[in-house]
Structures are given as C-alpha cells and as structure tokens.
C-alpha cells in the first residue's frame, strides 16, 4: 500500500484511538490531537500542487478484488487535490475551532472526533478513487458519518429528526447512483473513471445511457442539496456549529458537485444533461436566496444561503458542459462558466465557512441565534463583527471581495447564452440570466440581513440568555484566517489561476486539452462597463429598495400552508408510510408460525413455479434415473406413510416418533445412496431434535381428551400440495435439465489438491464454503448475544421492580 492510500485512510486509522486519548488525557483537550491529522494532510497534499501544475497526474492501486474489477486505485489530478486541499484545510481550521467550542469537561469528544474523522477520510476517498464502486463506498461512509454528526445532539428532538432527514434523501440517492454505476459498468467493462471517459462514445451510442445519466444525477442532486433535495439542509442546522462549517462549507454538499464535474466528459453529448443541471441549479439557486430571506435563525439563514450557493455552481457546471461542445478552448465562451465553478467552489468555502463560524461564536457568547432578539453587538463584539461584514459583503458578491469576481464571472456566464446556436440556448436559455439576476437580488438582501440584524440597530442585551462578549483568541482564528483568505483572493485571484483553478478545470475538460492546449485563467476586477457590471448594479440598487422595505412585502411568504410546502410533504408522507407500515404489519404478524410459513412456502412455490414457466424447464426426461429397488419402494412406503399418519396423531409422543421415522428413513436413503456422511449428519440431526421434542412437551399441557374435531382449512391443503409439487418438480426438473457439469466432479478433481483433505464434505464446509460457515456462525453468536442481552435486561427489570415493591412496603 503507497503513502498516498495511507494518506486517504489515515483519519479512518486514527478514529479508533480518539475515545482512548478521550478517557487516558482528560487534562487536555481531544482536540489537539486530532488537529495533528488534517494538518499532516494538508501539508501532504499541497505536495502535488506542483505536479498537477504541470499537467501530471498521480495513481496508485492496490488490488482488491480484481475478479470483479474493484481496485482501490487513488488519483490524484488538478479537480481531486483541489477538493482534497479544502477536505483537509477547512478540516484544519474546524478542529481547531472545535476546541474552543466544545467544553471538555460536559461534551462526549471520544465520539463526536471519531465521526469527524470518519467523515473527512470518507470525502477523500470519494474524491480521490478512480474506481466507482470504491467511491460508492466512501459516498456512503459521508451519509453515515453525517448522520452521526448532525445527530450528535441526539436527546434534542429536532437534531435526531434532522439526522433521520439527512439519512433518509441521501442515502436514497446513494443507491440512485449505485444503480447508475451497474449501467456504466455493463456498457464498458470497467468501474474505473478514466476508462469510462475513454469509452465516452461507446456509453452515448448505449440505451442505458439516459438512465445511467439520470441515476448519477439523482445521487448528485440529493448528496448538493438541489431542488427538491435540498430539504434536508436546512434541518442539519441542528448539528454543532463546527458540523455545519466543515459539512456545508467544503466538504459534504460539494460531494455532488465534484460527481458532476467529474462525469461530465462521460454525459457531455447529451443536452439532457446539460439542461437537467441548468435547470435544477438555477431554480435551486433562486428558491435557496428566496427562503433565505425570511429565516430569523442566523444558522437557518446560512443553510437556505448554502442551498442557493449550490445551486449557483452547480447551474456553472451545467452551462460548462456546453464547452465540450467547441473543438478547443480558443474563443472558447463557454469556458468561463467552469473557471467560475471551480473559482466560486473555493470562494464559497472560504467566505461561508467564516460565516458559520461567525454564527458559532454569536450563539456562543450571547445563547441565541435569533435576529429578532440580537442588535448592536458591533461595539461588544468588533472583531466578530468584521468576520462577519467581510464575508457577508463576499457572499453578496461585492467587490473588493473574492466573491464579486467569481460572482461576475457567473453573471457573464449566463449571458454567453445570447451567443449559442445550440441546444435552444439562445431561445429558452435566455430565462437564465432573469432567474439569475432575480436570485442575486435575494442574495444580496440575505447577505444585508445577516450583518446589519445582528451587529446592527438597537442592542438588546436584555433579551439575551447570557452577557455578550468578543469570544476568546483560539475561537477567533480559524474564522479570521477565512476572512483574511477572503480579501487575499480579492485582490490577487491571480495566485490560484495556475496553481489550482486551470489544473481542475483541464481535469474537467479532458478531449479538450489533449492535443497540448492549455486553459487560460486570467482572474481581474475591471473588465470595463459589461453587462455584467450593469447587472450587479441592478442587483445592489433593487436589492437595497428590497432590505429598506422587507416589512412591506414579508407577508408573501405566509401564502401557502404548510402542508403543501416540501417540508410539509416530506412530514406528511413519514406519518403516511408508518401508518401504512404498522397496518401492514398487524395484518400479516398474526403471532402463529403457521401463517409466517405459509407466507414462505407461498413465496417460494410460486417464484419457483413461475421461474421453470418463463423459462420453459417443464420437460421431464426419466431416462437417466436408475432402477429403483424393492427394498427402496419398501423404504419410501414408511416414510411417506409415517409423515401421512402424524397428522391423525391425538397423542404427541406417538406423533414424535412418527416424525423420527420419517427422519430415520431419509437417513437410511442417505446409506443406500453410499453417502455415510450425510447419513451419520441426519442421524444425529434426527436423534438431537426427537430428544429436544420429548423434553420440551414433557413440560407441556397435555392434549385434551376430549374429541375435538378440527375444521378442514382448505387453504392450508392448497399451500400444501402447493409445497409438495413444487419440489417434485424441482427435483424432475433438475435431473432432466442439466445444462452444466455437476460441481461434484470439481470437488473431486480438487479437494485434495487444493485443500490437502480427504473428506470431501468436511472441505466444502471448511475450505471452499468457509465463508458461508463463518457467517453462519456469527449469525448464531450474534442471536446469542442477543438472546443473553435481553435475558440480562429482563432479570435487571425484575430485580429492579422488586426492590422497588420492597421498599414500598417498608415505606407502609
């Protein structure tokens, strides 16, 4: 395994020490030790800045399980190190701002550190595995993890419904992008990135080639908080403020973002999929900004604004796809909206990440995050206050913030559509720009409420749970280093270009820089009067008339209940389903095992019945089958006539041994047959079941004497000879269809030679089938665990209530 594979999963190998240092060094904060691991990281991966540069690429694979093609093959180009710079960096900063959050002498640091780090191992390994399914794995791990740590809080209730929330649409579109990677990987032969964007043409000319398409969107879509996704977001709020920087910030809502620009080359031909993406980014983009608006939870409006920020690059990335519709990247107009995608992805981290923390460190000092009861912080709380105006005035995207370039840039962006004479660009594209313009309005009004609402206005300390005061140094940091970053990458952009923007752009655009082209990125604030410019100054001045006059207009947002809202849907159809699900249920757990086996042998007659019907198996040849002897015909009298006369039995002992009979006669059939094996298994099988039988029904009622005469139950007869046809003619079906060589032969051929064992069933159990007998065996360990558990809980509850009756009766 490389450095670089070690790299990947160092915070997967160090999560199992932190509730140990947690317990071992209560003195000092878990924090400081986990610190180490982003910063190594980042230090690490800043590395490659050099090679990736330079147009090279990193891969390393260790194989896996090569049989089906997964490997777990790291690659690292411009577009993965750009991510995984912001996985660790933010990381960083996030930990270190953690430790001052976090008491820990009240908070459980053991488990909120080891989700940390589950999550950040988990989003580099999606975004540096070349093959799919590894990725899927790592995709997974980020939902599971982000369960853990929006749910951190869990004896709060919105914090576990937001957990639940979370889990619930993203792992839904988890699976989407599961079943889209089985059709990519039926066209091409290959899980591996690199080979499917090889194969671009061979995936285009496939008829799966739309529903792979729509089934990776999905996961993208539910993973970025896209339209009608995104509603999980806002309720993952609940999680603590350094979960919120570090997830929807850098980290899990870009996960879709990155899948979507690195699929791109793969989908570039269809201009479904670049209409999908426009058009699911634009409106999320708006509907985000809209209902930003009217959120008083400082952390409410942060989630809704992130939801709109998404949608803005993912919107960027859609009207990039056009690109690869240009021979080069000369005159290329479209090229833009992707240097802006990838320049507004790291300006987002960085202005929105000192925001959350901002919102952190508010709540922190004064107890709430309610506008409505903040104002006038700005004299107790100067340097939060400047965290704050810096990145609220970047996210409003005015200058000389790095906001208002990338937010120029998206606003030429659109405006390129005029020029398209493809894919009805220059018809319905035109709606682009409006809904964009619309949008930035929104955002601006948003990013003036933040700042003015909370620092702002009349002071209202009283109102406040707890006296504000500038937060302490350590928690002041990581949120200055974003601001700072904020203002540095305003007025020299420059520095990313070639560092990390072209890189990740030409990763994005491989067929377009194959023949020695080189993407220009040339970052800079005056660019003469443009459209652009116009429209930002049409974006200030309406969205100023909009802020002075909120009161005015606010009541629209009341016009529709409840109920009919995403939220509303979403909560009606949780109690929709468990009602449905508990109806169903006492419908068919009726408590008698006899309809739970009716359930089964109804299953499984009729799926084996239809199977032999649709595939045509019901020609039955007795050619083959040998002679049947006398004593055989003797044999299966007995037994068939001992499992008929069990049924008249008014007596369970002489049912019991009936039924050892009808096992004993199998067992001989096994002797005749020469397998002694399998006979000496069914024999003790056999005698262990009759003897557990006598024991238990020993300490049974007895049978009443009475005549009691049963009721025929028609149903019961037709499940079984249902039942009892159906492995009749599973068995003639077998013997007369065999299409393939039996397996026995390849056990002979191979037990000793592979397994250096003579009996051939102790082999497949041990050797060959080891597997399923591990399984098998900690199936059964874990019943019995589970078993023990409740026998234990059971006599805790008694004791308990004994002791609790005891004392009462004293207490008389």
Request: net charge neutral; glycine share 8%; charged share 15%.
């Amino acid at each position: 395994m490389s450095v670089l594979h070690l790299a990947i999963l160092l915070p997967l190998l160090a999560a199992p020490f932190i509730p140990f240092l947690f317990r071992a060094v209560k003195r000092i904060h878990t924090g400081w030790f986990v610190l180490i691991v982003p910063t190594l990281l980042f230090v690490y991966f800043f590395r490659y800045i050099g090679i990736t540069s330079d147009g090279g690429v990193v891969t390393e694979t260790v194989r896996w399980m090569p049989s089906l093609g997964i490997n777990f093959t790291a690659y690292v180009d411009g577009l993965g190190l750009l991510f995984a710079l912001l996985i660790t960096g933010i990381g960083a900063l996030v930990v270190l701002y953690s430790i001052y959050y976090l008491n820990k002498d009240k908070e459980s640091l053991g488990h909120f550190y080891v989700y940390l780090l589950l999550f950040m191992g988990a989003m580099l390994g999606v975004v540096l595995s070349d093959n799919m399914v590894v990725m899927y794995m790592f995709w997974e791990l980020t939902s599971i993890s982000s369960f853990l740590l929006i749910g951190y809080w869990y004896e709060k209730e919105r914090s576990r419904y937001g957990a639940q929330k979370s889990m619930l649409i993203t792992v839904f579109g988890g699976l989407s992008m599961l079943g889209g990677i089985v059709l990519l990987e039926s066209m091409v032969g290959s899980f591996s990135i690199r080979e499917m964007v090889a194969n671009q043409a061979v995936i285009v000319d496939s008829p799966f080639f739309i529903p792979a398409m729509i089934l990776i969107l999905l996961g993208a879509f539910t993973k970025s908080a896209q339209f009608p996704f995104h509603i999980w977001l806002p309720d993952a709020m609940e999680a603590p403020t350094p979960v919120s920087a570090y997830l929807h910030s850098a980290t899990m809502v870009k996960a879709g973002l990155y899948l979507v620009a690195r699929m791109s080359p793969v989908f570039q031909e269809s201009s479904l999929w670049l209409w999908i993406i426009v058009s699911f980014g634009t409106f999320t983009l708006f509907w985000g900004s809209f209902n930003a608006v009217k959120q008083t939870d400082l952390k409410g409006i942060l989630a809704y604004s992130t939801v709109s920020q998404l949608g803005l690059i993912m919107s960027l990335l859609g009207l990039g796809a056009a690109a690869l519709h240009y021979d080069g990247v000369d005159d290329n107009i479209f090229m833009v909206a992707t240097i802006a995608a990838i320049f507004h992805l790291i300006n987002h981290a960085t202005f929105k990440g000192s925001l959350f923390m901002m919102v952190g460190i508010v709540d922190h000092e004064t107890g709430t995050r309610d506008i409505r009861k903040l104002g006038g912080l700005m004299t107790v709380m100067p340097i939060t206050f400047t965290i704050a105006v810096i990145g609220s005035l970047s996210m409003a995207g005015l200058p000389p913030f790095n906001g208002f370039l990338s937010k120029e840039m998206f606003l030429k962006a659109t405006t390129k559509v005029f020029s398209a004479d493809f894919f009805a660009l220059d018809t319905i594209g035109l709606l682009i720009p409006v809904v964009a313009f619309i949008a930035s309005v929104f955002t601006f009004v948003y990013s003036l409420i933040i700042f003015t609402r909370t620092f702002m206005g009349k002071a209202q300390f009283d109102k406040l749970p707890k006296q504000p005061h500038e937060a302490p140094i350590g928690m002041l940091i990581p949120p200055a280093i974003l601001a700072v970053l904020v203002v540095v990458l305003g007025f020299i952009p420059n520095v990313l270009s070639n560092t990390l923007i072209r890189p990740a752009v030409e990763s994005i655009y491989p067929s377009l820089v194959e023949g020695g082209q080189a993407v220009e990125v040339d970052l800079y604030f005056w660019h003469g009067i443009t459209p652009e410019l116009l429209m930002t100054i049409g974006i200030v001045a309406l969205g100023t008339v909009l802020f002075f006059t909120l009161n005015k207009w606010m009541g629209i947002y009341n016009r529709v209940p409840y109920r009919l809202t995403l939220n509303g849907m979403y909560d009606g159809s949780l109690v929709w389903s468990n009602k449905a699900a508990y109806r169903f249920k006492d419908n068919y757990m009726t408590g008698f095992i006899r309809s739970y086996l009716i359930y089964i042998f109804v299953f499984m007659s009729g799926m084996l019945l239809f199977s032999m019907w649709w595939y045509e198996m019901f020609n039955f040849s007795f050619d083959e089958m040998a002679e049947i002897a006398p004593y055989e015909y003797v044999l299966g009298a007995v037994v068939v006539l001992s499992a008929f006369a069990i049924l008249f039995m008014r007596s369970r002992l002489p049912a019991i041994i009936l039924l050892g009979v009808v096992g004993y006669g199998v067992a001989l059939f096994f002797v005749f047959f020469e397998a002694p094996d399998l006979a000496l298994t069914q024999l003790v099988i056999e005698t262990v079941s009759v003897a557990l039988f006598l024991l238990v029904f020993y300490h049974m009622p007895e049978i009443s004497k009475k005549e009691v005469r049963m009721r025929f139950k028609v149903g019961n007869a037709i499940v079984s000879v249902l039942v009892g046809v159906t492995v009749m003619m599973l068995s003639f079906m077998t013997l007369s269809n065999k299409s393939l060589s039996s397996i026995s032969e390849y056990y002979k051929e191979n037990v000793y030679e592979l397994a250096a064992g003579k009996n051939m069933v102790n082999v497949v159990l041990v050797d060959f089938r080891g597997f399923d007998t591990l399984f098998e065996i900690i199936v059964l360990a874990v019943a019995g665990l589970g078993i023990y558990t409740m026998i234990k809980f059971r006599t805790t509850a008694q004791r308990t209530k004994g002791e609790g009756e005891h004392g009462h009766e004293a207490k008389k």
